[in-house]
């Protein structure tokens, strides 16, 4: 008799446990389609806040003492780097086995323009431009669960 409560038990036990699993599951898939979708946001976020800050930068650039030198040469490429590799994780973003390296690489690129807009004071609009695009950076990174930090 112990036996057979035990063994019913047991069944029991086991039916309640998978079927957590598969609702723990179901929840994860969940999760996931809501991160992919707020990631792609982030991206067409920053593609857009990338692309204003652009042009303020560029108006800067031509009313700075650094127009014409190597430096405005050095950050546009910087920005120039920095849009293609966000193009290039816009285009796999659903990649789960390239798009966070994609993602550091925006990341990266990303810190180098931060490192040039701290050294040099370019206007509050190019700043305040940044500040959007930093944002949007520190989202990704949250997005794809990269610790990161400037």
Known sequence: MIRRVVSFTLSVSMLLMLATMNSLANR????????RTNVRQI??????????FKNSLDRALDHSPLDGTRSE????EYVKNFEHATDKLKDKAEDQKHAPNLAREVL??????NTFMRKHQLGQDANNDWARVREGL??????YRINWRW
């Not at 991206?43 to 204003?52: P, Y």
């Not at 040469?73 to 546009?76: P, R």
């Not at 990266?108 to 323009?113: A, E, K, L, T």
């Open 73 to 76: 040469d050095e950050i546009n």
């Open 43 to 52: 991206i067409r976020n920053l593609e857009t806040d990338t692309d204003i």
């Open 108 to 113: 990266v690129r990303g810190r180098s323009i």
């Open 28 to 35: 994860n898939s969940l999760a996931q389609r809501v991160v």
């Open 138 to 143: 520190t989202l990704l990174a949250a997005g």
